[in-house]
Nanobody, 128 residues
Framework: QVQLVESGGGLVQPGGSLRLSCAAS????????IGWFRQAPGKEREGVSC????????YYADSVKDRFTISRDNAKNTVYLQMNSLKPEDTAVYYC?????????????????????WGQGTQVTVSS
């Protein structure tokens, strides 16, 4: 059974940075698409960034492009989300999710309904 554990959330001032980690166990990242999603109070869960290891492709939502970077550490079987220039509107619970490899374009696949395995989430609060 796929297990995902997020960490690294916290309180940060606007303009600051955080790095979220998603540690995967009981499966190998090589055969999955990994996504980062977030859900703010009163809003639907949305895709932030997705990564497909088979071809190295990445996708970023327009709202985080050029500020967030998704990456992986093969040795640690962990995916990271480096978040820079954080804004108050980035405040949300952030989740990582995994889904077996698909040839679908990442932009189409990076939606919550396409992912079946989820972590428990980590809170990110951007406030002065």
């Amino acid at each position: 059974q796929v297990q995902l554990v997020e960490s690294g959330g916290g309180l940060v001032q606007p303009g600051g940075s955080l790095r979220l980690s998603c540690a995967a166990s009981r499966f190998t990242l090589d055969y999955y698409v990994i996504g980062w999603f977030r859900q703010a109070p009163g809003k639907e869960r949305e895709g932030v960034s997705c990564f497909r290891s088979s071809d190295g492709s990445t996708y970023y939502a327009d709202s985080v492009k050029d500020r967030f970077t998704i990456s992986r550490d093969n040795a640690k079987n962990t995916v990271y989300l480096q978040m820079n220039s954080l804004k108050p509107e980035d405040t949300a619970v952030y989740y990582c999710a995994a889904e077996p490899l698909s040839r679908s374009p990442l932009q189409r696949m990076c939606a919550p309904s396409h992912f079946g395995s989820w972590g428990q989430g980590t809170q990110v609060t951007v406030s002065s």
